[in-house]
């Protein structure tokens, strides 16, 4: 329909960065699929000899030569070290899964089951116990699963954000930060590391998932919460209703900047003094050297909240701490960047120069 708005280059981009994610992590849910099929195969496996039609797996016996704990980062790698030959024999090693129940027992000159499936270690038993290695195929989905949920989920809230936006192109432009989008957006955020979490710390598949799920409400909750706080902030710094002029009585340095055509207007000048006469920009303190006086002529039209179309580094600096002067200057527009709690003196200074 002519007249309307069409989406930008920000809803393209989302869209294509949200689906590469959201296809990426489905197609990881089929690795999880395969390992989960291995997962019951060597769990249903016998030990070779008995059904020899079937994979089987090997059973060895080994001598414990001692354990070996590896610091890697901030995490530990635990290694059972073992022989499977006599005094004599080569010395080997495996990385276990944990350290119970079967690591924190074992002592060196101890005899112990290696299970083997498929040529690698993949559980180690002492007497009734057992406990897998890192590369076991029991816990071959743990992985794939947790980077698919820290994929999936922010990537499925992109791409609702980017066809929520799509939807809403043609409304009235917000001043305020909106909600719902917020919510979604931060609640995929969180989830999707949580999810790693239950991935690396559940049973099974299921139990992962049941964990991922019951971080949801609070996850929710907590994001909606966080909208609203973001969004009432946000509300607030839009209303400029409550400032007034307020002549300086006295002579006092304030947080401020000028930008325009106009020759006052110099990068770097971050200061504004007031209540001395005509304003002066500069970037001393002091005010004593590099001082760019205000014109009297320059007069307060408006004063609205910062914009995201105002010079690099309002927004940043000020956040929702900040209001503009809209000022005009003949011709030229001038805007004056300052806290607000500087506002109501920058304006009753412009008001007082200009009497």
Known sequence: MSGEKAPGRGYRVALSVGLAVVLAGVGLLFVVWGAVAERDAYRAAEPCGARTEQECVRLDRATVRGTHDQAMGRGVRHWLRYATGGPSSGEERVRMDGTSPVYDAVRAGDTVTLVRWQGEVASVRL???????????????RMPLAVAQVLLLPGLAFVWCALWYRRRAAAPPSGTMVFLPLTVLLSGALLGPLGLFGAMGGADVGEALRLTGLCAPPVVAFSALVAWYVRRRSRKAADTSDLAPVTPQGRRVLGAQVHGQ??????????????????????????????????ASLTVERVR?????????WLERYRYDGVVLVCRDGAEEVLIGTARRDAPLVWGALLAAGA
């Open 127 to 141: 007497g009734e116990v057992a406990q897998e290695t890192h590369d076991s195929p029991a816990r071959g989905w």
């Open 262 to 295: 106009v020759p006052y207007s110099r990068d770097g000048y971050g200061l504004l003094i007031v209540g001395d006469g005509p304003l002066v920009a500069t970037l001393d303190p002091h005010g004593k050297v590099a001082r760019s006086p205000l014109p």
């Open 305 to 313: 909240s910062i914009a995201s179309s105002d010079p690099r580094g």
